[in-house]
């Protein structure tokens, strides 16, 4: 990639950062964000000889990010011998026609070389990322990536819908989003995972019994957790905060001995509620809401539950079946602006 050239000052930054955090043990590390299946083998190594250094304490889950075109047979072999206990491939679809628009420079085959490499290099579970509503992808373009994919039995599936953010490649192609199609989908992408063993866990993630992520579930319930590099972010003593995305920026000041936030908050009041809302009903077990949450997004619950979209389940609160399809209009209700609430208020 274009930022290569830092990645040696990248990779020390990363463990002088680790100093500058209070002394937390960490019992999960996850490796992405970013593509760190690109480094060279010697700076894989690199990197996970700084992590242990800055965290000795056994982790019971490593993950690492990596594409199938920036994967080989020595890179997955460092990766299964540093203990890397899941790795996550970026595939998106197994269908050829449709990869180059994503900006994908691999094949469906080139997954599955690496896919099966993985495995012989004994790496214990594999997660594959998929998308659907993609620009000309049909249902029967879905249904073919998910037989090509579940035919290779993952352990683990992560499942997203195509949003169209502001300023990215598709809202500048004019891309406009199909609810109907992605509806449909979504129900076809459900179905065929259940039927392969994979119980949909999160409203994006699908596992084999016993390879959930435990590092994402923390971040579900709102645990706290450590961010190093590049636009990380971090969520500890109730404050959360996030790095510069900038390298250079990045670099500068952490070599100058500071932590390089770009933000530093502490969620109060409703925000701090919200945020405990939208994250434990993503959850497809959902949580046990704290009676503040209750009490202060009362109104809210009463209209989303007359709506069919969530709903009690003894002290729990879940989505519905169809809260999962609608879930954004749920956590719309948890996020700024709080009209409901602030008029009530």
């Not at 593509?35 to 083998?41: G, K, R």
């Not at 065929?192 to 999160?202: S, T």
């Not at 959850?283 to 069919?308: H, M, Q, Y």
Request: proline share 5%.
């Amino acid at each position: 990639s274009g930022q290569g050239k830092f990645a040696d000052r990248y990779l020390a930054a990363l463990e002088a950062e680790a100093a500058l955090h209070p002394a937390l043990t960490p019992a999960t590390l996850y490796v992405g964000g970013g593509t760190p299946s690109e480094l060279a083998v010697a700076q894989i190594r690199d990197l996970f000889t700084r992590l242990r250094r800055a965290y000795p304490a056994r982790l019971s889950e490593i993950t690492f990010e990596g594409n199938p075109e920036s994967l080989d047979g020595e890179k997955l072999g460092v990766l299964a011998h540093e203990g890397v206990t899941r790795l996550s491939i970026g595939l998106q679809t197994a269908d050829d026609a449709l990869l180059p628009a994503i900006g994908r420079r691999h094949t469906a085959a080139d997954f599955a070389a690496i896919f099966k490499a993985a495995r012989g290099a004994g790496i214990p579970a594999l997660s594959v990322d998929l998308m659907f509503g993609l620009p000309g992808q049909t249902l029967d373009s879905l249904r073919a990536t998910l037989d090509y994919v579940l035919a290779l039995g993952p352990e683990h599936i992560s499942l997203y819908g195509l949003q169209v953010e502001d300023r990215t490649l598709f809202a500048k192609r004019g891309v406009l989003e199909d609810s109907d199609l992605s509806r449909e989908m979504f129900e076809l992408s459900m179905r065929a995972l259940a039927a392969a063993g994979l119980e949909q866990y999160e409203i994006s993630n699908y596992a084999k019994t016993g390879h959930r992520s435990e590092h994402n579930i923390n971040y579900w319930r709102r645990g706290e957790y450590i961010g190093l590099g590049c636009s990380a972010a971090s969520f500890y003593g109730g404050r959360r905060q996030a790095n510069e995305e900038r390298i250079p920026a990045y670099l500068e000041g952490v070599e100058a001995g500071r932590r390089p936030l770009s933000e530093n908050e502490s969620p109060m009041g409703l925000d701090a509620l919200g945020e405990e809302a939208f994250l434990g009903l993503r959850l497809i077990e959902g949580f046990i809401p704290s009676e503040n949450l209750r009490t202060a997004f009362v109104e809210s619950w009463t209209t989303l539950n007359a709506r069919g979209l969530v709903r009690e389940d003894g002290p729990r609160w879940k989505l519905t079946a169809e809260g999962v399809f609608l879930a954004n209009d749920v956590f719309q209700e948890f996020v700024p602006p709080f009209q409901r609430q602030e008029a009530t208020a």
